[in-house]
């Protein structure tokens, strides 16, 4: 249609956020198609397209993508450059995306701050832990297996906490007592109550995610008890409501691809018929780095 581009996908993006929408977490509209990712070569433009043609490669955020072609709106497709490969930018755009909103959109990371990373070899965590690191803070990270942490070590933590009892009072143990500036929390229910234990008073607990199911709820009282802690509950489509936040922040996450602060992980690839897997592995917990789908 008019202002709208047709992709034909190298790959689509999996996500957390693709297994809430089939389980209900995540109430959907029906008929729907997962997917919120993806990337691969412009097929044909509509009416009013001029800053984009056919070859092209681009990326998006978009619903649907568990597909071979994409259509959508030409003002929310990114060029990429010609150093980032489709697969890779299907991989790593979500998720970049939103480890850029948590280190400079929420509250900007400063140098020397120490922070609490969960699930930091995973899709957003692999790219969370060294654009943290790059930007001088030390990195605290927990995770489940001694095969996570010697990745997570390597991405830039200087200390990984393997197992999740007992997460405060080691933080607090690395910490010198003073607890940590901020926790950036994808776990969710069996972690909640150990990050808001890990902060320092008036530390930030961003929690956004629910990898092992959503938050219980949280009384502000329990945020005085902490000493005057601060909570938030982002959600990366709120960072990018425009074309402008959107270049914004793709622009930095493929200066730190460029750069090489980051890397596009792909811990996983999977036929698009395959997809049932793809989910099944997520959800075990044992993937790492990004997922993707090819069609
Ligand atoms: P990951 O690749 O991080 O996979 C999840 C990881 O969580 C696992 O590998 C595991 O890491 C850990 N984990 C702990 N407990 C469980 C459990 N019970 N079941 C499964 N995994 C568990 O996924 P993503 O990077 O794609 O996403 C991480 C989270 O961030 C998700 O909840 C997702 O929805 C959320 N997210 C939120 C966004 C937002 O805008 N708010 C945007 C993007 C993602 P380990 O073994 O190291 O503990």
Redesign the pocket.
């Given at each position: 249609g008019p202002g709208e581009v047709t992709v034909r996908q190298s790959a689509a993006g999996l996500?957390?956020?693709d297994t809430?929408h089939r389980t209900g977490l995540y109430p959907v509209k029906f008929p729907f198609t997962p997917g919120q990712e993806g990337a691969g070569a412009v097929q044909e433009v509509g009416e009013g397209v001029t800053h984009l043609k056919p070859g092209d490669k681009v990326a998006y955020l978009g619903s649907g993508t568990y597909t071979t072609h994409f259509t959508g709106p030409a003002d929310r497709m990114i060029l990429l450059p010609d150093e980032i490969l489709p697969q890779d930018a299907a991989a790593v755009l979500?998720?970049g995306l939103?480890a850029w909103?948590l280190l400079f959109e929420i509250r900007p990371l400063q140098a020397g701050e120490i922070i609490l990373v969960?699930?930091?070899?995973?899709?957003?965590?692999s790219l969370l832990v060294p654009w943290a690191a790059s930007l001088g803070a030390r990195v605290i990270a927990?995770?489940?297996?001694e095969a996570?942490a010697e990745k997570a070590k390597a991405l830039g933590a200087s200390d990984v906490i393997v197992g999740?009892e007992g997460v405060a009072a080691k933080v607090k143990e690395l910490t010198g007592g003073r607890g940590v500036d901020v926790a950036y929390d994808?776990?969710?229910k069996?972690s909640a109550q150990e990050s808001l234990s890990s902060l320092r008073p008036r530390g930030w607990f961003v929690t956004?995610?629910?990898?092992?199911?959503p938050v219980d709820p949280i009384p502000p009282g329990r945020l005085t008890q902490g000493g005057s802690l601060i909570m938030t509950r982002?959600?990366?489509?709120n960072f990018i409501p425009d074309a402008d936040s959107l270049a914004r922040g793709a622009g930095l996450l493929f200066s730190a691809l460029k750069s090489g602060t980051i890397h596009a992980d792909i811990g996983q690839r999977f036929p698009l018929s395959e997809a049932a897997k793809a989910h099944e592995a997520?959800?075990?917990?044992?993937?790492t780095g990004a997922t993707v789908l090819v069609p």
């Amino acid at each position: 249609g008019p202002g709208e581009v047709t992709v034909r996908q190298s790959a689509a993006g999996l996500n957390f956020i693709d297994t809430y929408h089939r389980t209900g977490l995540y109430p959907v509209k029906f008929p729907f198609t997962p997917g919120q990712e993806g990337a691969g070569a412009v097929q044909e433009v509509g009416e009013g397209v001029t800053h984009l043609k056919p070859g092209d490669k681009v990326a998006y955020l978009g619903s649907g993508t568990y597909t071979t072609h994409f259509t959508g709106p030409a003002d929310r497709m990114i060029l990429l450059p010609d150093e980032i490969l489709p697969q890779d930018a299907a991989a790593v755009l979500l998720k970049g995306l939103t480890a850029w909103a948590l280190l400079f959109e929420i509250r900007p990371l400063q140098a020397g701050e120490i922070i609490l990373v969960w699930a930091p070899v995973g899709g957003v965590g692999s790219l969370l832990v060294p654009w943290a690191a790059s930007l001088g803070a030390r990195v605290i990270a927990v995770t489940s297996t001694e095969a996570k942490a010697e990745k997570a070590k390597a991405l830039g933590a200087s200390d990984v906490i393997v197992g999740y009892e007992g997460v405060a009072a080691k933080v607090k143990e690395l910490t010198g007592g003073r607890g940590v500036d901020v926790a950036y929390d994808s776990v969710g229910k069996i972690s909640a109550q150990e990050s808001l234990s890990s902060l320092r008073p008036r530390g930030w607990f961003v929690t956004y995610g629910n990898a092992s199911g959503p938050v219980d709820p949280i009384p502000p009282g329990r945020l005085t008890q902490g000493g005057s802690l601060i909570m938030t509950r982002p959600s990366l489509f709120n960072f990018i409501p425009d074309a402008d936040s959107l270049a914004r922040g793709a622009g930095l996450l493929f200066s730190a691809l460029k750069s090489g602060t980051i890397h596009a992980d792909i811990g996983q690839r999977f036929p698009l018929s395959e997809a049932a897997k793809a989910h099944e592995a997520i959800e075990s917990g044992t993937t790492t780095g990004a997922t993707v789908l090819v069609p």
